[in-house]
């Protein structure tokens, strides 16, 4: 007989967003099992959030995956490119923060 939502009791998800989830999980597992891994980490990066692409940016083990997220960061991720450029100036990964930054100061 509560009017209010209990702050100690875990949140509860729905059923059908959990299956949703186990399917996705499981497409996930089998894409990287059965594709190029480096092909399925290009498709996720798309719709990964600010963090993740940052991360990529930074330590990703593919050069094409390192590449593809320094061209998705935006302003808000500017000291990550300037600290890829301080890093590794003359590197291709340095030269494309460079050209990163450069586009976003216009």
Do not use: W
């Not at 998800?13 to 059965?34: A, K, N």
């Not at 959030?49 to 590449?67: C, F, G, W």
């Amino acid at each position: 007989m509560g009017c209010c939502d209990d702050p100690t009791e875990l949140p509860r998800m729905d059923r059908r967003e959990l299956i949703r989830l186990q399917e996705q999980y499981g497409d996930l597992v089998r894409d990287l099992f059965t594709e190029d891994p480096e092909k399925v980490i290009l498709k996720l990066l798309n719709t990964s959030n600010a963090y993740l692409t940052e991360l990529a940016a930074l330590r990703a083990h593919h050069a094409a995956v390192r590449l593809k997220a320094i061209d998705l960061l935006e302003k808000p991720s500017k000291p990550v490119l300037q600290q890829i450029l301080q890093k590794e100036p003359g590197s291709t990964f340095g030269l494309a923060a460079k050209a990163r930054l450069d586009v976003l100061a216009l």
